[in-house]
């Protein structure tokens, strides 16, 4: 089945650029476009930065799964969700320069945020705007910020920790 993944919110490109930001990435992700692939043969040949990679896809749900038979034990498998993306989205320069701000920051720079973020929200979670009062900065580069974590999530106008 073709599927679609319309972008019309610029936020959205973050997990998109980010998906492709690795060799590794870029490698997997072409991988499971082709094919059904467990998580088994993606460590085989990418080792652990390839499984890491198959969890960001899937927090992005850029990958579907399934649960396929193996002679051992069944095993969860991954393909991609997308076999396209539209894109048509508009958006002020200074909020688009936030989101690909958010998309291209340093790891080391965007992990010191996300941890600062992850122990403010706390178990609960808190709202968006209070969020970005206290890390000093916008809602949109915030909201770049929560879509490229693993960690971190939307849930409403509240961010949350992904457990």
Same mark, same amino acid.
């Given at each position: 089945m073709t599927r679609?993944?319309?972008?019309?919110?610029?936020?959205?490109?973050v997990p998109i650029l980010r998906a492709v930001d690795t060799k590794v990435k870029?490698?997997?992700?072409?991988?499971v476009t082709e094919n059904w692939r467990t998580a088994k043969d993606? /460590?085989? &040949?990418?080792?652990?930065?390839?499984? =890491?990679?198959? *969890? $960001?896809f899937e927090k992005m749900n850029l990958v579907e799964t399934k649960w396929q038979s193996s002679e051992v034990e069944p095993e969860k498998a991954y393909h991609s969700f997308y076999s396209s993306f539209h894109i048509d989205t508009s958006s002020t320069v200074h909020e688009i320069t936030d989101?690909?701000?958010?998309?291209?920051?340093?790891?080391?720079?965007?992990?010191?945020? /996300?941890? &600062?973020?992850?122990?403010?929200?706390? =178990?609960?979670? *808190? $709202?968006?705007?209070?969020?970005?009062?206290?890390?000093?900065?916008?809602?949109?580069?915030?909201?770049?910020?929560?879509?490229?974590s693993s960690k971190l999530e939307y849930r409403g106008h509240r961010i949350e920790r992904l457990h």
């Open positions: 679609i993944k319309v972008v019309s919110e610029a936020a959205e490109l870029r490698e997997v992700f072409k991988e993606i /460590e085989n &040949k990418f080792g652990e930065e390839g499984l =890491e990679a198959l *969890k $960001f989101i690909l701000a958010a998309a291209v920051m340093s790891n080391e720079d965007f992990e010191k945020l /996300e941890k &600062k973020i992850y122990r403010f929200i706390g =178990e609960e979670g *808190k $709202f968006i705007g209070d969020v970005a009062e206290k890390i000093d900065t916008s809602q949109t580069l915030l909201t770049g910020l929560v879509k490229r």
